[in-house]
């Protein structure tokens, strides 16, 4: 589900437990505690959208990060504009975003994104999980294949930045 029937969907699914429910959603807000007993938490998939601005800053779904004292759990996916790699969380490592944009919420966006997933697999290749590829817009580190660096994914050692100030502060 999206956005409220993705947070209502945790819900359904402890009441239906005893069929061990596959979830998938899509902007969902938290809706039940962590330590649930009934939930099983490797068949739960929470995928969240990213917005790239104007100012070509990364700002995240709003309603995702929503928690009214509830946890957010599972599996995270994140999307941003890379077609061919999303960023993979696992339970307990999702970071605290801070950026928010109305527009990442939207449900026709996360279709778009989904339909540029699919003209890769439909290319033969695979879509990546360990981050974003070079160039794309990011906010830290785990959102790369390598680093974030002045909010582009870059190859490490690859791009001098502006906290270069000598040989000694950079990788050569």
């Known amino acids: 589900g999206h956005s409220q029937g993705g947070g209502i969907a945790p819900v359904g699914a402890v009441a239906l437990a005893d069929t061990d429910p596959t979830l998938v959603l899509f902007g969902a807000p938290g809706s039940i505690n962590d330590d649930c007993p009934p939930l099983n938490q490797e068949k739960y998939h929470r995928w969240l959208n990213t917005y790239v601005g104007s100012d070509g800053k990364v700002s995240h779904d709003p ?45 026709l966006l996360y279709t778009n994104k989904f339909a540029s997933f699919e003209t890769t697999r439909n290319a033969g290749k695979s879509i990546g999980m360990d981050g974003w590829a070079v160039g794309y817009p990011c906010n830290r580190d785990s959102e790369c294949i390598d680093s974030c660096i002045d909010g582009k994914c870059q190859e490490v050692g690859a791009v001098a930045s502006s906290w270069c100030n000598g040989d000694g502060d950079c990788l050569s």
């Not at 309603?63 to 759990?73: G, K």
């Not at 996916?77 to 061919?84: A, I, Q, V």
């Open 63 to 107: 309603v995702a990060n929503l928690n009214w004292r509830s946890e957010q759990y599972g599996h995270m996916y994140l999307m941003g504009n890379d077609p061919n790699n999303i960023v993979y969380y696992s339970h307990g490592e999702y970071p605290i975003y801070t950026k928010f944009a109305p527009q990442a919420h939207q449900l």
